[in-house]
């Protein structure tokens, strides 16, 4: 299953980051995760998948965007995957990615004219416990942009010791990519 893989990775990463004593700032702890998303889409039928396409304002070159995934549905809309991940400093850091999310949600669809923008987040909780509060907080702005139309998808993966686990009401299983 997806959660096991992915935790395999994320217990690699802790790994390397305990024997070099840095924090490991790449995605390839979330390698799992694109390869399954990637797989995913290609089952229902998406096109033109691409991994790390950078999309330009039709207006102006000066605002960019690198996007995690895009693709195109059956009907030819563009779309777009977002995958973030939080290892440590959750009460440091919660707010930025919190507004990081929301307001990447919302340049999606009037900057970058995507047709649907989705946003899959991996709270890392192997060494650290994320507080029940800051989920919520997270789950919050995240119910906002669904709400508004700004994000079509959220999920929201916790991985913890002996339980990696979808919080409830946003798992893959309520996506509609």
């Not at 797989?39 to 033109?48: A, C, F, I, P």
């Not at 999920?155 to 996506?175: K, T």
């Amino acid at each position: 299953m997806i959660l096991n893989a992915l935790r395999k990775d994320l217990e690699t990463l802790l790994e390397q980051k305990r024997k070099e004593g840095t924090n490991v700032r790449s995605d390839k702890h979330l390698e799992q995760l694109y390869s399954y998303l990637v797989s995913k889409l290609t089952e229902l039928g998406m096109t033109n998948i691409r991994r790390n396409e950078t999309l330009t304002h039709p207006e102006n070159e000066l605002i960019s965007k690198n996007f995690d995934i895009t693709y195109q549905d059956e009907k030819g809309m563009t779309k777009a995957i977002e995958l973030k991940s939080m290892n440590s400093s959750y009460v440091k850091n919660m707010n930025n990615r919190c507004e990081e999310m929301w307001g990447q949600a919302k340049a999606a669809k009037s900057f970058f004219k995507l047709d649907g923008y989705s946003y899959v987040f991996v709270l890392n909780e192997l060494e650290e416990s994320c507080a029940h509060r800051l989920v919520k907080k997270l789950a919050w702005y995240a119910t906002d942009a669904l709400s508004d139309g700004s994000m079509d998808n959220f999920a929201l993966l916790r991985m913890v010791p002996d339980d990696p686990h979808f919080v409830n009401g946003f798992s893959f299983e309520e996506c509609t990519w």
